[in-house]
């Protein structure tokens, strides 16, 4: 996985798992050749010092592993920087941000750390992060603008991208067909238009993981963005989604409810360890699905059952992905044996290793086709230009918090669109003013 930010159906596996079926073969990736450098300023200088790193698995085959890839970077990397020393600790996801902040509160941090973009706010706000612009030099071009993008505030980039996400609808041929349904789902209007039929047939036409212990980045949001919509104003310091898009976006929700397209208890709880409905065949199309989560219904599912489809689209076709970089701590001794080593693992080949060791998407177009001849993950990648990122605000997890029960009370019945709106409008602004 490369975050933290959901959990439940569409992470019922590790978001950090590999895709054993299709990842297998990077197991015997050779080590990283001596020409992966990209040029940057730092490399024209005369580098020394050490750095320290903390990252996080980012495979499924436990810590040792991890840290087996990354410590196999180093001697590559200080063949061209040998008075450069360099220190990784792999981390567990747990808490890690708390114990971020508390660390470099206390002067104890790591020089660089992998963060995802829905960090960068907090610690840029926080005076922490050194701008890192300068460590893409002339690959700059090479990497997508959406990831750049992600990853930077007020103009300013703070972390180097290295990798991302990508989402798209997955479907159940056997579920569909059982429904009298050929094709997945492309609109609000095809679920709509379908979820008799898999009524009917005893089923559900999707799932909505409306459990306030998820994250709005994989359920309500991506609805409202594809709707129009936008959670806060532009410049951040007020809801936004009290607004026309917001009101069609949960109305949606909410027929789903009423209609019995989705399973009510799961819509308002964790699904059970062993995936519930979704794994148990009941459900024909999930709306924000991951590779890893894909993998696990195909296997749940049948080895034929398996659909992959684009992202929905009602104005917008969009859904959320995390984008995850490695960032430079202002409070680095030596900055720029940090930046020497960021762009380093960045560069091609060390980041194609990282991507391939979790199933992720290239944020360099230069590596687009890295899973041309993969089954799975080829038929996600043509979709990774339609992710976008999430709220870019200290407030973003406060939001998340604020939010989720108001939409839980319209879906439940408990209050209509316009008035759950209406009164987390409200809240939200009172977070965002005391948190300017």
């Not at 050749?33 to 790193?53: D, E, P, W």
């Not at 990774?384 to 870019?392: A, W």
């Not at 200290?394 to 019945?413: E, K, M, N, V, Y």
């Not at 809240?427 to 300017?436: A, C, K, M, T, Y």
Request: aromatic share 8%.
């Amino acid at each position: 996985m490369a975050r933290d930010s959901s959990r439940g159906l569409t992470r019922a596996i590790s978001r950090r798992s590999i895709l054993k079926g299709t990842l297998a073969s990077t197991a015997s990736l050779p080590l990283i050749n001596r020409s992966a450098f990209a040029t940057s300023m730092v490399q024209a200088k005369q580098v020394s010092g050490s750095v320290s790193m903390w990252v996080y698995p980012l495979s499924s085959e436990g810590q040792a592993k991890d840290e087996a890839m990354w410590n196999d970077f180093i001697p590559d990397f200080r063949s061209k920087y040998p008075d450069v020393k360099v220190k990784v600790d792999v981390l567990p996801w747990a808490n890690r941000n708390q114990k971020l902040t508390t660390a470099l509160a206390a002067g104890a941090g790591p020089d660089v750390c992998y963060l995802n973009d829905d960090f960068i706010p907090q610690h840029a706000s926080d005076g922490n992060l050194e701008p890192v612009q300068d460590v893409l030099g002339e690959s700059a071009s090479d990497f997508d603008k959406s990831a750049l993008d992600g990853l930077s505030l007020d103009g300013k980039l703070y972390a180097v991208p290295i990798l991302r996400e990508v989402a798209a609808v997955i479907g159940n041929a056997t579920a569909m067909k059982k429904a009298g349904v050929t094709n997945l789902p492309a609109t609000w209007d095809d679920i709509l238009d379908i979820g008799p039929a898999f009524r009917d047939a005893g089923l559900y036409v999707t799932s909505y993981p409306g459990s306030l212990e998820e994250s709005l980045n994989e359920s309500f949001y991506p609805l409202l963005w594809e709707a129009g919509g936008e959670v806060l104003n532009e410049d951040k310091t007020k809801a936004a989604f009290n607004s026309p898009e917001g009101v069609d976006a949960l109305k949606f929700v909410v027929k789903l409810f009423e209609e019995k397209f989705v399973n009510r208890d799961e819509g308002v709880t964790l699904p059970p360890p062993q995936g519930g409905v979704v794994l148990a065949g009941k459900v024909g199309a999930l709306l924000t699905a991951h590779p890893s989560f894909a993998e696990q219904c195909r296997q749940a599912w049948g080895e034929d059952a398996l659909r992959v489809g684009p992202p929905l689209k009602r104005k917008v076709q969009t859904t959320y992905s995390t984008i995850a970089g490695l960032a430079v701590f202002k409070a680095a001794k030596d900055k720029d044996a940090a930046k020497a080593w960021v762009n380093y693992l960045a560069s091609p080949e060390p980041m194609t290793r990282i991507l391939k060791s979790g199933g992720y998407m290239p944020p360099r177009t230069s590596l687009r086709e890295m899973y041309k001849d993969d089954p799975l993950l080829s038929q996600f990648a043509p979709y990774t230009s339609l992710m976008r990122s999430g709220v870019k605000s200290t407030s973003a997890r406060q939001i998340i918090s604020s939010l989720a029960p108001h939409l839980q009370s319209a879906f439940l019945g408990k209050s209509s669109a316009e008035d759950a709106l209406k009164a987390a409008e409200k809240d939200v602004n009172q977070i965002l003013s005391r948190n300017s």
